[in-house]
């Protein structure tokens, strides 16, 4: 029983420091006022129920006023297969809004430019998890390359 115990208080300790460290005030180097541009756009985020970087996230999805549909798995493999996204580009949560997919830490020029453009692509994603992008903390230090798939092919969709 206290073996238990001690696992449960360990989870929420770690939960707690990650939801700390991976502050969603990272946006430096986008729009950090949505002004309700996309408070018409429903959107699903799955993602880990421990994951701090993931609640970083879906905080900074809230900041452009998403209607946000927040699903916690304990493992997300099936989520990524349905929409063939390809171990490469895995990461930490996986965003469906529409047809498309949303892998990872993508910024929200780029999920803009995916709602305005509307291509004919199945999703876009950041592989990993880079410093300074929504949800993670530390400052930018590389571009971004967000990928666009296309029936598990990989292009670059735009680079920040």
Same mark, same amino acid.
């Given at each position: 029983?206290? $073996?238990? =115990?001690? /696992?449960? &208080?360990?989870?929420?300790? &770690? @939960?707690?420091?990650?939801?700390?460290a991976?502050?969603p005030?990272?946006? $430096?180097?986008? !729009? *950090?006022? +949505? *002004?309700?541009?996309?408070?018409?756009? $429903?959107? =699903?985020?799955?993602?880990?129920?421990?994951?701090?970087?993931?609640?970083?996230?879906?905080?900074?999805?809230?900041?452009? =006023?998403?209607? &946000?549909?927040?699903?916690?798995?304990? !493992?997300?493999? @099936?989520?990524? *297969? #349905?929409? *063939?996204?390809? #171990? @490469?580009? #895995? @990461?930490?949560?996986? =965003?469906?809004?529409?047809?498309?997919?949303?892998? +990872?830490?993508?910024?929200?020029?780029?999920?803009? $430019?995916?709602?305005?453009?509307?291509?004919?692509? !199945? +999703?876009?994603?950041?592989?990993?998890?880079?410093?300074?992008?929504? +949800?993670m903390?530390?400052?930018?230090?590389?571009?971004?390359? /967000?990928?666009?798939?296309?029936?598990?092919? #990989?292009?670059?969709?735009?680079?920040?």
């Amino acid at each position: 029983m206290k $073996k238990n =115990s001690l /696992i449960i &208080i360990s989870l929420l300790l &770690i @939960s707690i420091f990650l939801i700390s460290a991976c502050s969603p005030n990272n946006s $430096k180097y986008f !729009d *950090n006022e +949505g *002004n309700g541009e996309f408070s018409d756009t $429903k959107i =699903s985020a799955y993602k880990s129920r421990y994951c701090g970087c993931c609640v970083g996230y879906v905080a900074e999805l809230e900041k452009y =006023s998403f209607d &946000i549909e927040t699903i916690e798995m304990e !493992d997300l493999t @099936s989520i990524k *297969n #349905q929409h *063939n996204i390809p #171990q @490469s580009l #895995q @990461s930490c949560h996986t =965003s469906v809004v529409g047809e498309y997919f949303i892998e +990872g830490h993508v910024p929200i020029e780029a999920v803009r $430019k995916l709602l305005e453009e509307k291509p004919d692509i !199945d +999703g876009i994603g950041l592989a990993g998890m880079p410093s300074g992008t929504p +949800g993670m903390p530390g400052a930018k230090r590389e571009a971004w390359h /967000i990928y666009a798939l296309k029936d598990g092919i #990989q292009s670059e969709f735009m680079t920040i």
